[in-house]
């Protein structure tokens, strides 16, 4: 009798997973040891426990890239705090041995470990402990590669490698060549802070939209293009009054897309620094693939470029062709 109750239980815990679990995905604990809570994988109809909370996470490469392709995994609802509360204590804890251990080991785990973090943003972007956070380890990351600007080509290229989904990597991506262009224009101090950190937070607005849009192989819609212009509004509410960034920033963030929409365009007055972030923002979205097509070649995205800014801007779309040269293509 005890022993039907107990299979009939082991039953009834298992038809009701699906209403308690949710889709993880793995990069989110690739800076874990152990597992932090029961992993389950979909199979054949059916939720399994795949990975047991508190077993060791297999960290060898081929292991890694087999667990991270299939099956997808899920997690239970109550979980997912936990996992990002940890991820937050890592990246406050990478950013501390940053200072302490230079190099571009430590330097590496932090910049990935900002990239995961701000990964999360995108899905809660009104999450002000979280947004703060970011603007903080930004600001050491900066003065970081002020103290040690030989690391920072080296850092970018490194980190493009690891492939983080490219809505999450594109900020970093971005700002950090934003913040290596101004250092060989010898922009440096409040001035550039600002440009980086307009840079980095510019698209956040872009996580009130739907996830899947940016993951579908299809172009999207006319419609869903026309609302996803309002993205760059929608970053300035979100970041105004929540972290310490400058008005000069909102600004740059309002406009930073006003160099390829015309009728932005046509009704905003825009300067240096908005070119600048433009300038990488462009750049570093051509060169990078998307689902629905494949990524440019450098040379087809600065020929792009130089429709756009060779005019306005000679002297600084020359400097950024030197700087993508040098730092990028030049073997
Ligand atoms: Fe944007």
């Not at 990069?27 to 809570?37: A, G, M, N, R």
């Not at 939720?47 to 297999?58: A, D, Q, T, V, Y």
């Not at 009054?241 to 600004?251: H, T």
């Not at 062709?321 to 990028?328: D, Y």
Request: net charge positive; with cysteine; hydrophobic share 40%.
């Amino acid at each position: 009798m005890r022993k039907l109750a107990k299979k009939n239980l082991a039953l009834l815990n298992q038809l009701s997973l699906p209403f308690d679990l949710i889709p993880f995905s793995l990069s989110q604990i690739l800076h874990f040891e152990i597992f932090p809570c029961d992993l389950y994988s979909f199979e054949e109809q059916t939720f399994k426990l795949h990975f047991k909370e508190n077993s060791l996470i297999p960290k060898k490469d081929l292991a890694v890239a087999t667990i991270l392709e299939k099956p997808s995994f899920f997690i239970q609802n109550e979980e997912e705090q936990k996992i990002q509360d940890k991820n937050r204590e890592l990246l406050r804890l990478s950013f501390r041995s940053l200072s302490v251990s230079p190099g571009m080991s430590s330097c590496q785990k932090a910049l990935n470990l900002l990239c995961l973090n701000f990964s999360s943003l995108y899905f809660n972007p009104l999450d002000i402990e979280g947004l703060n956070l970011q603007y903080q380890c930004l600001k050491i990351l900066l003065d970081y590669f002020n103290e040690h600007p030989t690391l920072l080509a080296e850092a970018l290229k490194n980190f493009e490698k690891q492939r983080h989904p490219y809505l999450f990597a594109q900020p970093m991506i971005s700002s950090l060549m934003a913040l290596l262009f101004l250092q060989k224009l010898k922009i440096i101090g409040k001035q550039s802070e600002i440009i980086v950190m307009a840079s980095f937070f510019k698209d956040i607005g872009m996580g009130f939209f739907p996830k899947h849009w940016f993951l579908e192989k299809r172009i999207l819609s006319s419609e869903e293009l026309y609302s996803l212009q309002e993205h760059p509004q929608h970053s300035c509410n979100v970041l105004h009054g929540k972290i310490p960034l400058a008005r000069i920033g909102l600004e740059i963030i309002k406009f930073h897309h006003c160099f390829t929409n015309q009728e932005a365009k046509r009704s905003s007055i825009v300067g240096l620094e908005t070119a600048i972030v433009s300038m990488m923002d462009i750049y570093t979205a051509m060169i990078s693939s998307r689902p629905y097509r494949k990524a440019y070649s450098p040379y087809e995205a600065l020929s792009y470029l130089k429709e756009i800014f060779q005019d306005p801007f000679p002297l600084e779309f020359k400097y950024f062709v030197l700087m993508v040269n040098s730092a990028f293509l030049k073997k």
